[in-house]
């Protein structure tokens, strides 16, 4: 069984661009979360989707950040524009089923973004 | 809200060494707790988990019992091996889904 896909793995940006990241759940995970993990830290949820509706974005810094997630496979999120705070790893997770159940989220690699 | 307090390291043993990484919840309700690792270049993994008070999660060896009158989840194992050079991760699952992550300790282990 494929795991989840994310793409780019890295990226280096200057301040004030854009930037956009991918993500491609495993099959059959109606459950996609996006998390930010700055150096030293946890990671931090941004958003979660359930199909193709976000239920919890309250931390997604909705003035530069977007996420989208159509037919409620694959995702985007992206920031526009970068400032130099937004470096860090953007993982991107899938669990099986939706609220009410604490199921297992499986990470992806992760996109190491750096803005310059 | 809910957090997470976990030793944060770094951490150097020798193989064959005992570790314990420590982690303390706040949380409403019954969480459920896991530990997940990060080896070098790779994606998080799950390491084990627990769903209720006096659970034991185990796993590649790991050991972390669900402590609900000192609401601590620590990690144990009793022989370490270079292999389990990775960061671990303490988390907590509520009621929202919303994973919430300690920060983190890197171990090394040498030959």
């Known amino acids: 069984e494929a795991g989840v896909v994310q793409s780019p793995r890295y990226k280096i940006i200057e301040k004030k661009q854009p930037v956009a990241f991918w993500c491609n759940p495993i099959?059959?995970?109606?459950?996609l979360y996006w998390y930010r993990q700055n150096l030293g830290q946890g990671p931090e949820l941004l958003i979660r989707y359930e199909n193709e509706e976000a239920v919890d974005d309250s931390q997604l810094p909705k003035d530069r950040f977007s996420a989208e997630r159509l037919k409620g496979v694959d995702s985007t999120l992206k920031i526009q524009p970068a400032e130099l705070g937004d470096s860090a790893v953007y993982l991107c997770?899938?669990?099986?089923?939706?609220?009410?159940?604490?199921?297992?989220?499986?990470f992806g690699p992760g996109t190491r973004l750096t803005v310059t | 809200g809910n957090s997470v307090t976990q030793m944060e390291g770094p951490v150097t043993l020798s193989e064959e060494a005992f570790l314990t990484i420590n982690c303390t919840y706040t949380?409403?309700?019954?969480?459920?707790l896991f530990w997940y690792v990060q080896y070098p270049g790779e994606g998080l993994q799950l390491l084990l988990k627990?769903?209720?008070?006096?659970d034991k999660g185990s796993n590649k060896g790991f050991e972390a019992t669900y402590r609900k009158e000192t609401t601590s989840f620590h990690l144990e194992k009793g022989s370490v091996q270079v292999s389990d050079s990775a960061v671990y991760f303490c988390a907590l699952q509520g009621g929202s889904e919303k994973l919430v992550f300690g920060k983190g300790m890197k171990l090394t282990v040498n030959p």
């Open positions: 949380a409403t309700g019954y969480p459920s």
């Open positions: 099959s059959g995970h109606n459950t």
């Open positions: 627990a769903t209720k008070a006096d």
């Open positions: 997770a899938s669990s099986p089923r939706g609220a009410g159940g604490h199921n297992e989220q499986y």
